[in-house]
């Protein structure tokens, strides 16, 4: 039996504002934000590195996703935030590979025998969500991005995007790569502020206070923090 490894990272970045008018203003990152890499076992694809995790439910194809977290200013209107990817480029790979589905959920406890759990268990063949892997085009038609989470930590506030790394179509075997482009963020401010941010990259958010460096900061000049 093939066993998942599930890898997880957290980055957390703030990347240069753009002013879109008096009540507006957006982020942007390039694309892929983490290169994840795949290989070929018997016309399974097998997907390789690190910071990304398996996306899906038990028994849905386990496709490859990673984190993107924006943090943005105090007076951002979360609830105003849009999401888009432009300039997307992708390479289709026309070979038959297969995905293997996301194991089920083990809610035994320890030394317990182990107590499988399938949410749609009643869609489950050998494992497999029927209607995902049944589904002409099941994720391979529809956006790169599937998921997106406010957050937050005192009085840092965040959107978490997350991205997958590979598309896959159940009917032909074809996957597809996101290989370029810029993930945007528009978000609208009850007040004008002169902002001006500068991107900074957080290896590690335990070494260093993500809120005391906001504050220290105050949103201008990051350098002399």
Not at 185 to 213: G, K
Request: hydrophobic fraction near 35%; proline fraction near 6%; include cysteine.
């Amino acid at each position: 039996m093939k066993k998942f490894f599930v890898f997880a990272v957290i980055i957390s970045f703030i990347v240069p504002l753009t002013l879109l008018g008096s009540n507006n203003a957006s982020f942007s990152a390039s694309l892929p934000h983490v290169d994840v890499g795949f290989s070929e076992e018997g016309g399974v694809a097998n997907f390789e590195g690190e910071g990304f995790f398996i996306y899906g439910l038990p028994g849905d194809p386990g496709l490859p996703v990673y984190h993107v977290t924006f943090v943005l200013p105090d007076n951002a209107d979360v609830n105003s935030v849009n999401v888009a990817i432009t300039g997307l480029q992708e390479n289709v790979y026309s070979q038959n590979y297969d995905v293997l589905p996301v194991p089920p959920y083990d809610m035994s406890g320890p030394d317990e025998e182990p107590d499988l759990y399938w949410p749609d268990a009643e869609f489950i063949v050998d494992g497999r969500n029927t209607r995902k892997y049944g589904s002409v085009g099941y994720l391979y038609d529809n956006d790169w991005v599937v998921d997106i989470r406010k957050g937050g930590w005192k009085s840092v506030r965040t959107i978490t995007v997350s991205v997958l790394g590979y598309n896959w179509n159940p009917a032909t075997g074809y996957l597809k790569k996101l290989v370029g482009g810029s993930l945007s963020l528009s978000y609208s401010i009850p007040n004008e502020n002169d902002l001006e941010i500068q991107m900074v990259h957080f290896s590690d958010v335990t070494a260093r206070s993500l809120s005391n460096l906001l504050k220290c900061c105050n949103y201008h000049n990051i350098s002399k923090c």
